[in-house]
């Protein structure tokens, strides 16, 4: 069952432009959400296009820029707030939200990590630390619903892991939200899918699948948002940008997220909302 209610509409004048014409004074940022014949928990959103250029859309995860005609899939059951930005001439930008019911999970794309949240000390117990730093140097801690990597710089890293049961040829999905305020130099943050089990200090290699890495890009500045959308790290296995993985076997795998640098953010790089779901 679906649930629709418009929550508020805004816009505001960009100062592009100053008033001499090229700046919109109004955007309308409307749009209406539409279920997807045929495919589960999926759901098409459509934005007026009347003097609209561009849309950036959140659905709870983060804003990110997307098409005017966005095609979204929520797996999970619950409540959520879809906010769409309006980009018009000039820049003026134009918000609308609106709440959508999702009434039911989708079995066959449930998250099948257990405590991705970090929100209670049961979750947190979920995941397993690798000690990699050979003085501790680097750890992790977690708050606010979500986990924290910091490193003194000089190369300390550390990972956190846990095992998942997958099954053969089936294609999964692995993503999370990842923060940090500043910038790094000289500094990754690796997950991996692998199905060698991880060993105090060693570092883990099996099946790259996605991360930030400065050297290819991403983690330099400031970031926000899904991996799969700020990170720059290529899938070992398709050589491309990628949070699509597969395996040959059934059996158990595990999920590590390995991280550490040279030049370390000061704030450490946060994670939380770690999904690994079927596709």
């Known amino acids: 069952m679906l649930a629709l209610a418009l929550g508020t509409l805004t816009s505001c004048e960009d100062e592009v432009g100053n008033g001499n014409g090229l700046t919109a004074t109004n955007v309308d940022a409307s749009f209406t959400v ?16 009347k003097g609209v250029i561009s849309s950036k859309w959140n659905t709870g995860d983060g ?20 906010t769409h930005t309006a980009i018009g001439a ?5 918000k609308a939200t609106q709440q959508l019911v999702v009434a039911k999970t989708d079995p066959l794309k449930g998250n099948l990590v257990q405590g ?3 929100e209670t000390a049961a979750d947190q117990a979920k995941w397993t630390v690798l000690n990699l730093s050979a003085n501790g140097s680097a750890f992790w801690s977690y708050a606010n619903k979500s986990a924290t990597i910091h490193s003194p710089g000089g190369w300390a890293q550390e990972g956190i892991y846990q095992a998942i049961d997958v099954i053969k040829d089936k294609e999964y999905t692995i993503d999370m939200l990842v923060s940090c305020p500043s910038g790094s130099d000289e500094t990754w943050f690796e997950v991996y899918a692998g199905t060698s089990a991880p060993a105090s200090g060693v570092e883990y290699k099996d099946n790259k699948v996605m991360g930030l890495s400065t050297w290819d890009g991403c983690a330099k500045a400031a970031f926000s948002g899904k991996l799969s ?12 940008v990628s949070n699509v993985v597969k395996f040959a076997q059934s059996g158990k795998v595990y999920l590590l997220i390995r991280s550490g640098g040279n030049t370390f953010t000061k704030d450490g790089i946060t994670v939380t909302k770690i999904e690994f779901r079927g596709k």
Not at 90 to 94: C, K
């Open 63 to 82: 804003e990110y820029a997307g098409k005017m005609n966005e095609t979204i899939v929520l797996p999970d059951a619950g409540t959520y707030t879809i």
């Open 229 to 240: 959308t700020v990170g720059c790290v290529k899938n070992d296995r398709t050589a491309t």
């Open 34 to 49: 539409t279920p997807v014949t045929g495919a589960v928990n999926t759901y098409l959103l459509t934005a007026q296009p």
């Open 90 to 94: 000039g820049g003026a930008t134009g």
């Open 116 to 118: 991705g949240s970090f």
